[in-house]
């Protein structure tokens, strides 16, 4: 360090004269921390050091995958099993009664619309679906006023109270049996 | 008794307390992994959620109220019994003005018995005093800018990169913040598992190439499910684009829906 010449500091005359010695400038580089701030920080670096830590340990691995949400979720989503077949499914083994179907008027109808959810029909073929009903035909035509112009109506008190397929064929509506 | 707080000690029980630590995280990873194993082998394997966008095209013009999509939503995704839904149907009845009032129209009727699930009731208005009464399939609709995603705390409702508003039902803690901030009315609280649900537009169907169930099982095709990213000259969404002169729902809040209808009134909301 720096030694001022003649081996004495001009400070320990002050010591030998006994006054209060003065800080000596070259103290002022060993600076020392004092001891209640070394321990706040100390814990301040252990809060946050713990949240880091324990967010990394609860944080799932996929989240922030594709945003602030767990990617995984998306997988979850769509492993369910569907419960509606779908008109593919039924093209399978029933494409014939689907040719038919297209040249009519039901063409745009999906075939479990009416014949009700059958995806067990489509895994398993013994297991029948649902057994049809009139009820099915006048869901939709039965008279409403709210109903659009252009869809096929009636008063079903004032139009028959037989069955409908004793007149209409459900595949083929415009054609009697 | 005076616990020994000899340095043997301390080190022992510092030694147990970071193995049980490194045990538990190895049990995480482990369980996480196997779980996504088990969950994955139902999920379909080829599907990239950023391949895709999806849209609905809604034609009012062609809803006759049948309720059949309600109903399919139902069983699709076992909505709970009651008035829960994902999908529903709301009639508009707009009579004509009283004479001499003043009045373009009549004082709008709006009605969804259990969702139209069971049809609707004769209308309330006699036929020749309607002016114009219609059906209004309503579900999510898929916002651009989502208000319920905004204000999810946890994280568990979130935009899918492929365009479905999505809930997470592991992270949904069920405070209903998203509930309130659907300007469509959309969001329910599940009293079965009490987690926010709403419409995924059937996200398991999708990925799999089918339809979702209310656009599958409508009988006049008034619903039009299509991928934008996707989507052909002949592609249905393109024709109902050509066809029709489309508008979304609250189209001032700015929240940009991917549900377009064709053939509102002002009236609906």
């Given at each position: 360090m720096n030694q001022p010449p003649?081996?004495?500091?001009?400070?320990r005359a002050a010591e030998e004269t006994g006054r209060t010695p003065i800080q000596?400038?070259?103290?002022?580089?060993?600076f020392k921390m004092p001891p209640q701030i070394v321990r706040l920080v100390l814990l301040t670096l252990a809060i946050v050091g713990s949240y880091f830590v324990a967010r990394a340990f609860l944080?799932?691995?996929?989240?922030?995958?594709?945003?602030?949400?767990?990617?995984?979720a998306l997988v979850e989503l769509r492993s369910r099993t569907p419960v509606y077949a779908g008109k593919q499914a039924c093209d399978e083994c029933h494409s014939d009664q689907l040719q038919k179907l297209?040249?009519?008027?039901?063409?745009?109808?999906?075939?479990?619309?009416?014949?009700?959810?059958s995806r067990e029909h489509a895994e398993n073929p013994d297991i029948l679906p649902v057994k049809l009903t009139g009820s099915h035909c006048i869901r939709?035509?039965?008279?409403?006023?709210?109903?659009?112009?252009w869809f096929k109506q009636i008063v079903v008190k004032d139009h028959y109270?037989?069955?409908?397929t004793e007149c209409h064929v459900p595949h083929q509506p415009s054609q009697s049996p | 008794m005076k616990t020994q707080y000899s340095r043997r000690n301390v080190l022992t029980r510092l030694g147990g307390a970071i193995a049980g630590l490194l045990t538990l995280s190895t049990a995480r990873a482990v369980k996480a992994a196997v779980q996504k194993v088990f969950v994955s082998s139902?999920?379909?394997?080829?599907?990239?959620?950023?391949?895709h966008k999806w849209l609905m095209c809604i034609d009012v013009n062609r809803?006759?109220?049948?309720?059949l999509c309600v109903e399919a939503c139902k069983k699709e995704n076992s909505v709970p019994e009651?008035?829960?839904?994902r999908t529903w149907i709301e009639r508009y009845i707009i009579p004509k003005p009283?004479?001499?009032?003043?009045?373009?129209?009549g004082e709008t009727l709006v009605d969804s018995p259990n969702g139209g699930m069971h049809g609707f009731p004769p209308?309330?208005?006699?036929k020749d005093q309607i002016e114009h009464s219609f059906f209004v399939p309503k579900l999510c609709?898929?916002?651009?800018?989502s208000p319920c995603v905004q204000v999810c705390p946890v994280g568990a409702t979130f935009d899918a990169p492929d365009g479905a508003v999505l809930i997470d039902p592991k992270y949904?803690?069920?405070?209903g913040f998203c509930i309130q901030a659907c300007p469509y009315g959309c969001r329910f609280l599940s009293p079965v598992t009490h987690t926010a649900e709403k419409c995924t537009l059937c996200y398991h169907r999708i990925t799999r190439g089918l339809k979702p169930a209310c656009a599958e099982i409508c009988p006049t095709q008034a619903r039009i499910f299509g991928d934008l990213k996707n989507a052909?000259?002949?592609?249905p969404i393109r024709k109902f684009y050509e066809n029709n002169r489309v508008s979304v729902l609250?189209?001032?809040?700015?929240?940009?829906?991917?549900v377009l209808y064709a053939g509102l009134d002002k009236e609906v909301r």
């Amino acid at each position: 360090m720096n030694q001022p010449p003649g081996g004495r500091t001009p400070f320990r005359a002050a010591e030998e004269t006994g006054r209060t010695p003065i800080q000596p400038f070259y103290s002022m580089r060993r600076f020392k921390m004092p001891p209640q701030i070394v321990r706040l920080v100390l814990l301040t670096l252990a809060i946050v050091g713990s949240y880091f830590v324990a967010r990394a340990f609860l944080t799932p691995a996929s989240f922030g995958e594709f945003g602030w949400y767990r990617g995984e979720a998306l997988v979850e989503l769509r492993s369910r099993t569907p419960v509606y077949a779908g008109k593919q499914a039924c093209d399978e083994c029933h494409s014939d009664q689907l040719q038919k179907l297209a040249k009519f008027e039901h063409k745009t109808l999906s075939c479990e619309a009416c014949h009700g959810v059958s995806r067990e029909h489509a895994e398993n073929p013994d297991i029948l679906p649902v057994k049809l009903t009139g009820s099915h035909c006048i869901r939709c035509h039965e008279a409403n006023p709210s109903r659009p112009k252009w869809f096929k109506q009636i008063v079903v008190k004032d139009h028959y109270s037989g069955k409908c397929t004793e007149c209409h064929v459900p595949h083929q509506p415009s054609q009697s049996p | 008794m005076k616990t020994q707080y000899s340095r043997r000690n301390v080190l022992t029980r510092l030694g147990g307390a970071i193995a049980g630590l490194l045990t538990l995280s190895t049990a995480r990873a482990v369980k996480a992994a196997v779980q996504k194993v088990f969950v994955s082998s139902g999920a379909p394997k080829d599907y990239d959620t950023t391949k895709h966008k999806w849209l609905m095209c809604i034609d009012v013009n062609r809803c006759i109220g049948c309720g059949l999509c309600v109903e399919a939503c139902k069983k699709e995704n076992s909505v709970p019994e009651g008035p829960y839904f994902r999908t529903w149907i709301e009639r508009y009845i707009i009579p004509k003005p009283e004479p001499g009032s003043g009045q373009t129209r009549g004082e709008t009727l709006v009605d969804s018995p259990n969702g139209g699930m069971h049809g609707f009731p004769p209308s309330p208005v006699p036929k020749d005093q309607i002016e114009h009464s219609f059906f209004v399939p309503k579900l999510c609709n898929l916002c651009e800018h989502s208000p319920c995603v905004q204000v999810c705390p946890v994280g568990a409702t979130f935009d899918a990169p492929d365009g479905a508003v999505l809930i997470d039902p592991k992270y949904c803690i069920g405070c209903g913040f998203c509930i309130q901030a659907c300007p469509y009315g959309c969001r329910f609280l599940s009293p079965v598992t009490h987690t926010a649900e709403k419409c995924t537009l059937c996200y398991h169907r999708i990925t799999r190439g089918l339809k979702p169930a209310c656009a599958e099982i409508c009988p006049t095709q008034a619903r039009i499910f299509g991928d934008l990213k996707n989507a052909g000259p002949d592609d249905p969404i393109r024709k109902f684009y050509e066809n029709n002169r489309v508008s979304v729902l609250k189209p001032h809040l700015g929240t940009e829906p991917r549900v377009l209808y064709a053939g509102l009134d002002k009236e609906v909301r």
